[in-house]
């Protein structure tokens, strides 16, 4: 028995804020997880302080599915990104521990390495085709072998997922959230010849992947998917909100273009249907946000039935505690298909040191026992937590929309 004697919430913000829970026990082998969840950190971190970390104190670390149990049935009120935040960093923490007890990397916890390595894709971006194509051939010499492509919309004065930094993208930028324009059809006129442009310059032995980020109808979504299909894109991302499962029935009506969606899903019945009814070719739920990895392990069994990979949720705004255990998840998980990597600030990543290397577009958890990531509570302490929101999306006649 590994008796857990402790259990604290670390907020900090190292370029932007994250919620690492730290769990002790009284063999003095501790495990910590990501509890970030961006815009709503300090509902996590009371749910984890108020709620959960009193429940934990004596009971034994290695039984990680009785803990998950009783934090998922003993809260009654079930599922919810903010509960499955809290429950996922408590899991990521006792895989850790549970790791660092036997010696072994996680990864190996979960059934050995099914891969050499973990395909990663980085965030090309910029205010115009030139400019993102011109980051994305960056992206390719560095040996990428997935980029993802997001460009600026003529005519719109900010979009999604055009940053200002070359290499990370932190949406939360305001104390109070940023009030976006939006046109669908301005944004639907520039992806084609975005994708167009990017097949001439990077050739076709790179995947393109494109993320939509919620903003479409349906119907909208198979037009966008159709005009896609002469550039091959390995997946259109989030086409359409994903409350109503059945909605993606109109998306494969009309485009052959590979689907992935649920980086904001944060349990299995979020996707079951669009699995079972392979509606989609890609699951994004991740770690820090769908109940952690025991969770994550049971959504990745359902799709593999249905022949859906993994493509997990891996933006700035995932520290690097959940990008170290989607490693050590991609690494073992037999439908592997690609892991989001958007870089972390260099004050991040001394914040939480980590064994993961990136190497010509591959990324490896490493061998350390457990996940191979720390965090340094003395330079964490240094980062005062800084409330920030996602913006908010408006269309040009005001109407409240998707952001
Ligand atoms: C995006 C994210 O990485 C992605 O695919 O959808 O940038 C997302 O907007 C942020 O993680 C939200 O916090
Ligand atoms: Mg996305």
Redesign the pocket.
């Given at each position: 028995m590994l008796r857990i004697t402790n259990a604290r919430v670390i907020v900090t913000c190292p370029g932007r804020n994250f919620v690492t829970l730290k769990i002790e026990t009284d063999a003095g082998v501790y495990g910590i997880g990501d509890a970030t969840l961006?815009?709503r950190e300090l509902a996590v971190a009371s749910y984890l302080e108020d709620h959960v970390i009193p429940c934990l104190i004596g009971k034994d670390a290695h039984r990680i599915e009785d803990i998950w149990q009783y934090l998922y049935r003993g809260a009654y009120w079930r599922r919810g990104p903010v509960t499955m935040t809290a429950i996922a960093a408590v899991d990521t923490a006792l895989w850790d521990i549970k790791g660092k007890a036997a010696g072994l990397p996680v990864y190996q916890l979960l059934g050995g390495a099914a891969r050499e390595g973990v395909m990663v894709y980085g965030?090309a971006n910029g205010e115009t085709i030139e400019a993102t194509i011109e980051a994305a051939l960056d992206y390719k010499e560095q040996g990428y072998k997935a980029i993802?492509l997001q460009s600026g919309v003529p005519g719109l004065a900010s979009t999604?997922?055009v940053s200002k930094d070359k290499y990370f993208?932190e949406?939360?930028d305001a104390a109070l959230p940023t009030e976006n324009v939006w046109s669908t059809e301005k944004y639907m006129r520039s992806v084609p010849p975005l994708f167009a442009k990017a097949r001439d310059a990077l050739g076709w032995d790179v995947h393109l992947l494109h993320?939509a980020?919620h903003r479409l109808t349906p119907i909208e979504a198979g037009r966008l998917g159709r005009d896609l299909e002469p550039y091959r894109p390995f997946w259109l991302?989030?086409p359409t909100p994903a409350e109503n499962q059945d909605s993606f029935r109109l998306i494969r009506q009309h485009t052959t273009t590979p689907i992935a969606v649920g980086?904001i899903f944060s349990s299995i019945h979020d996707c079951r249907s669009l699995i079972e009814n392979q509606l989609i070719d890609y699951i994004?739920a991740t770690v820090v946000h769908a109940g952690g990895i025991t969770h994550l392990r049971r959504i990745a069994a359902l799709a593999d039935l249905y022949q859906v990979r993994t493509g997990c949720?891996?933006?700035?705004?995932?520290s690097p505690v959940c990008m170290a255990a989607a490693l050590h998840f991609g690494l073992s998980v037999p439908n592997f298909g690609v892991q989001?990597y958007?870089r972390h600030a260099a004050e991040t990543d001394a914040v939480f040191p980590h064994a993961y290397r990136f190497e010509r577009g591959m990324m490896h958890p490493g061998d350390a026992p457990g996940l191979g990531v720390d965090i340094d509570e003395a330079l964490a302490a240094r980062y005062e937590y800084k409330r920030a929101y996602?913006p908010v999306n408006r269309l040009e006649d005001g109407t409240l929309f998707n952001w």
């Open positions: 961006n815009g965030h993802r999604y997922g993208y949406p939360a993320d980020h991302e989030d980086e994004r949720h891996g933006a700035t705004d995932l989001e958007m996602l």
